[in-house]
């Protein structure tokens, strides 16, 4: 899995960063001015539930070598922007794919799932061989099969998909890791809206 941040929301005055220009709109509903820690406006705001603020910032993440399985969990999130692969335009002949770790962990499963992917790849190629369009012979292709997706999301809609796909037990373990991979990078760039769901998984990792 590759989960790479590859555009966040700038912000034209200060410094540029996405956190200053939530304060700026939420500064902005109050008339109030910078005061106290830097940091400390933005975590008050949305440990009151104030999130409207940081609907102003977004972030693209391009994603790679994820399972369609997870990519299908993933767009169901519906305030986002997505861009994925085609399997109607792109060739899939020879199709990479990915392997739960408990098939991995089990030879003879592993090895079943190999020469199911072999015979998958093979019958996609005899389909293309015949004529058969892409946007048919994609029909044959698993869930397993790996893509790729660019996806924006503002920084409410981070929040609440890294709640129910990282820090919810019950949350499937390839979205699981992407959303996890997602939080580190967010928190990275504004650590101040991303640092009650980074201390959360910490508490969570402790019990
Ligand atoms: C553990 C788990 C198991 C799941 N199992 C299944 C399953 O078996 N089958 C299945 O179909 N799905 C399943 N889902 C998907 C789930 O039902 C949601 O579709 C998905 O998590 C997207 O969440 P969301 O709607 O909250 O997110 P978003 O679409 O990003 O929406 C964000 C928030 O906006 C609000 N919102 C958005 N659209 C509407 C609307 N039309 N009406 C009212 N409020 C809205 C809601 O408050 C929502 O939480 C599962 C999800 C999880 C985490």
Request: aromatic fraction near 8%; hydrophobic fraction near 35%.
């Amino acid at each position: 899995m590759k989960v790479e941040l590859i555009a966040v929301t700038r912000y034209l005055r200060g410094n540029g960063t996405p956190e200053e220009l939530i304060e700026h709109a939420g500064r902005a509903c109050y008339r109030s001015e910078p005061r106290g820690k830097p940091g400390d406006f933005i975590r008050k705001r949305v440990a009151e539930g104030h999130e409207s603020i940081i609907e102003h910032a977004s972030a693209t993440f391009d994603i790679s070598g994820v399972s369609r399985a997870c990519t299908h969990q993933l767009v169901r999130h519906r305030i986002a922007s997505y861009s994925q692969e085609s399997q109607r335009y792109v060739d899939m002949s020879s199709p990479e794919y990915v392997i739960p770790p408990t098939i991995a962990a089990d030879p003879e499963a592993l090895a079943g799932m190999e020469r199911f992917m072999s015979s998958v790849a093979a019958q996609y190629k005899q389909l293309r061989e015949r004529g058969i369009p892409k946007e048919d012979a994609r029909f044959v292709l698993p869930n397993a099969t790996a893509t790729r997706i660019v996806v924006t999301m503002n920084f409410r809609s981070w929040r609440h998909f890294i709640k129910v796909r990282a820090l919810d037990p019950h949350s499937q373990w390839e979205i699981r890791e992407l959303a996890n991979r997602i939080l580190d990078e967010l928190y990275k760039v504004a650590p101040n809206v991303f640092q009650d769901l980074i201390d959360e998984r910490e508490r969570q990792k402790q019990t």
